[in-house]
């Protein structure tokens, strides 16, 4: 067995972060909207385009059955990273959003009635709201939210009281985007389970950063993105379990989705199938098993703690700036530090760091909720991975003075 | 400050000759966000969401008023750079005859290289202001 990598040799597979921005090096700090995309990655989308790009399912010529396998084979590879029961569990979709919207618009649509709730909580991502809305509206059905303290913190007592109104779903987030709140979900999903609700996780912050094991957890339902676990764009999972799955009616039609069509009458295919209508992203879903290869070769315990390390490093520098508040100080969160200045807005902030090289990402973080709660129209976030650096965060410290100064 | 007069061909030189002065961008948003205090006070019975222009990150206010035939804009911004390039662009189109502001071709942002700021996606909103600028001149324009 070969030694771990440094964090500096594992930084040199991320060729993008030696970019020059404006004249300046790069200081990528925008991890929570995309992750950047290793060697590896890249080069095993690269083989698919230059040695067996073909479409998959239904071919028997050589490459359809190899790009079939190559397929496949990342599909089992998530199953095992999320430690699903069977890969029939694991979907693959355009990402989290498009995961949760399939939930709402089949399970939701199926069982939400007049008069029905959905459990959500105060800082969940749009994505995790607005497919809810739309099919409560269309069932009569409405949302019940639980509230979040000024840490940024899930009110667990709220929760409790909550349960008593008997929503017929949880659709909670295991980590919030905007403030880094890392929630306590094992414990929140038996209790649901307990009185029979049905549980929907939002990954798409947790599954890059922590262990996520669906079996351990108990959820129902799991959705994550590629493109926020250093894999490609414009793929996602859902991981949902079998019997679920098997009970949900089907959403997309199409191709691959069928198992006989007639016009009189279409049978569907098994799953994951059924779920999956049309040419997949077949790039996507290979790029998204190398990427979690990838992950796993250098360790999520390895990832996890040297995020932490560097937000531990980060938080005391970033609050030496006056004027400087952190908005989410949860005793558990990853390293996504969003902020205020006073008298500075995060839109101006955005761009003047830019211009150092810099990039953080500024405005609600499609989280508009969690910005009222805390009376601003939005946040400067700097959101941390594994590669980043000390030296970086110096540099981000020293350009917000620099701005801050010019702004005030 | 610089003068502000005239057609808006010879105000766009004048604004250029000023920015263009700059090679690195950093000077140049320090100029633009001193632009942003020559605005006039923003009047606060137009601070509503009719007068908001859409598609900018940060909040922007944009009011038109015909006044001795010519067209006079008030605006306003909670951001200090988009309150800059808001100001830009009234300081050049501003009490000028409509049909002048809804033909003007600035010029001027391409040769700055402000272009890259102008596309609509971006989230400063610069294109979403010369646009409704240019809309309201162009509405204006037609009421005679």
């Known amino acids: ?4 990598l440094s964090m500096k040799a594992l930084r040199a597979l991320f060729p993008v972060l030696e970019e ?6 790069l200081i990528y700090l925008d991890n929570a909207a995309t992750a950047q995309v290793p060697t590896v990655v890249q080069q095993a989308i690269a083989d698919f385009y230059t040695t067996y790009r073909a479409n998959v399912n239904r071919g028997v010529h050589y490459l359809s059955q190899k790009a079939t396998d190559a397929h496949e084979a990342a599909r089992e590879r998530v199953r095992r990273f999320l430690n699903a029961a069977a890969s029939e569990e694991v979907i693959f979709t355009s990402g989290t959003t498009d995961s949760i919207n399939l939930v709402a618009f089949t399970w939701g649509r199926q069982n939400l009635s007049k008069g029905d709730t959905v459990l959500v909580s105060a800082i969940e991502h749009h994505a995790n709201i607005v497919p809810w809305q739309i099919v409560c509206e269309e069932k009569g059905a409405s949302l019940l939210v639980i509230p979040v303290d000024d840490r940024g913190v899930l009110d667990q007592t709220e929760f409790d009281k909550l349960l008593e109104k008997g929503p017929k779903l949880l659709a909670l987030t295991h980590v919030s985007n905007a403030l880094g709140t890392i929630n306590p979900v094992k414990e929140m999903i038996a209790k649901a389970k307990s009185r029979g609700i049905v549980t929907l996780l939002d990954g798409a912050q947790s599954v890059p950063h922590l262990k996520v094991d669906v079996q351990d957890l108990g959820c129902d339902f799991l959705a994550f993105s590629g493109h926020k676990i250093h894999g490609p764009t414009g793929i996602g999972i859902l991981y949902g379990r079998r019997e679920l799955l098997e009970s949900m009616p089907v959403w997309k039609g199409g191709g691959d989705m069928i198992s006989t069509v007639t016009f009189e009458k279409t049978t569907w295919n098994e799953l994951p199938w059924k779920f999956e209508a049309g040419t997949p992203n077949i790039e996507g879903g290979i790029g998204l098993g190398a990427a979690i290869e990838f992950v796993e070769s250098v360790g999520l315990d390895r990832i996890a703690a040297r995020e932490h390390e560097l937000l531990e490093y980060a938080t ?16 558990e969160k990853v390293a996504v530090l969003s902020f205020v200045i006073d008298g500075v807005h995060p839109y101006d ?4 760091l830019d211009q150092l090289g810099i990039a953080v990402r500024t405005g609600h973080h499609c989280a508009q909720p969690v910005m009222d709660r805390y009376g601003v129209p939005g946040t400067i976030r700097a959101s941390l991975a594994f590669y980043n650096t000390e030296e970086e965060i110096d540099a981000l410290v020293a350009g917000l003075r620099r701005v801050v100064g010019m702004l005030k | 400050m610089i003068d502000f007069t005239g057609t808006v061909e010879e105000r766009e030189a004048r604004l250029e000759a ?14 633009i966000i001193k632009l942003g205090n020559t605005l006039e006070a923003y009047p606060d019975e137009h601070r509503d969401e009719k007068y908001k222009v859409k598609g900018c990150q940060s909040q922007v206010w944009l009011h038109p008023e015909v006044r001795d035939g010519v067209v006079h804009f008030d605006a306003d911004s909670d951001a200090a750079i988009t309150r800059g390039l808001i100001a830009m662009l009234v300081a050049i189109l501003s009490d000028r005859p409509a049909a002048e502001i809804a ?17 609509p996606t971006r989230s400063n909103g610069l294109s979403a202001m010369v646009k409704q600028m240019k809309l309201y001149a162009l509405v204006l324009a037609q009421r005679g």
């Not at chain 1, 020059?20 to 090096?25: E, F, M």
């Not at chain 1, 005391?316 to 005793?331: D, N, Q, S, W, Y």
């Not at chain 2, 000023?18 to 100029?31: A, F, I």
Request: no cysteine; hydrophobic share 40%; net charge positive.
């Open chain 1, 1 to 4: 067995m070969t030694a771990p």
């Open chain 1, 20 to 25: 020059k921005v404006h004249g300046k090096p």
């Open chain 1, 316 to 331: 005391p520098k970033l609050l030496e700036i006056p004027g400087l508040r952190i908005l989410g100080t949860a005793p």
């Open chain 1, 349 to 352: 902030t955005g761009v003047l």
């Open chain 2, 18 to 31: 000023l920015l263009g002065g700059y090679s690195d961008w950093m000077e140049r948003y320090e100029e």
């Open chain 2, 103 to 119: 033909k003007a071709s600035l010029g001027f942002m391409d040769r700055l290289g402000l272009k890259e700021h102008l596309s």
